[in-house]
T-cell receptor
């Protein structure tokens, strides 16, 4: 399996611009997670989906952030407008609790976002 | 109080020694406990998970869980320089079996 695939790997954008991060989960996984990682706050869960339905978005910092999962193989995280404090690594992850691996979640390589 | 707490380190151990990494959690109903390793600039990768009180061994790694004390640890035997990384503790909370909450991680340095 190719693993969780994220794009872009690196993005530098100006404050106020729209940023869209993309994720393809592992085939067959029915949970998808978006995490953000910073030095100060560590790894924070932003939102997660089960069978394409958002289950918990309590970690989304504010209305500038939105996430969608139109089908089982694709999700986006959008920031509009972006701000310098949004600079972080954004990880997408997926899991399938029904498998023998239990609740193991598998991370993509991350999208490194810098807002200047 | 943070939901999952870890000492940020760095924890420095000589090559060949045992590294002991600790984690405490606040939700007494937490169900599952995970240890992830993250190399600098890379994504977290699972080392092992534990559900029941006691020890679970996997090669050079041993996870220890004490639910009464709300404490989980990871022991790395015969530490190698390649073990130098940040180790993240994660837990699933009551009623949210698929939602992992992470600690901020402990940085381990294995010295020659």
């Amino acid at each position: 399996d190719a693993g969780v695939i994220q794009s872009p790997r690196h993005e530098v954008t100006e404050m106020g611009q729209e940023v869209t991060l993309r994720c393809k989960p592992i085939s067959g996984h029915d949970y998808l997670f978006w995490y953000r990682q910073t030095m100060m706050r560590g790894l924070e869960l932003l939102i997660y989906f089960n069978n394409n339905v958002p289950i918990d978005d309590s970690g989304m910092p504010e209305d500038r952030f939105s996430a969608k999962m139109p089908n089982a193989s694709f999700s986006t995280l959008k920031i509009q407008p972006s701000e310098p404090r949004d600079s972080a690594v954004y990880f997408c992850a997926s899991s399938s609790p029904g498998q023998s691996s239990g609740n193991t979640i598998y991370f993509g390589e991350g999208s490194w976002l810098t807002v200047v | 109080q943070k939901e999952v707490e870890q000492n940020s380190g760095p924890l420095s151990v000589p090559e060949g020694a045992i590294a002991s990494l600790n984690c405490t959690y606040s939700d007494r109903g937490s169900q599952s406990f995970f240890w992830y390793r993250q190399y600098s600039g890379k994504s977290p990768e699972l080392i092992m998970f534990i559900y029941s009180n006691g020890d679970k061994e996997d090669g050079r790694f041993t996870a220890q869980l004490n639910k009464a004390s709300q404490y989980v640890s990871l022991l790395i035997r015969d530490s190698q320089p390649s073990d130098s990384a940040t180790y993240l503790c994660a837990v699933t909370k009551t009623g949210t079996a698929s939602k992992l909450t992470f600690g901020t991680g402990t940085r381990l340095q294995v010295t020659l």
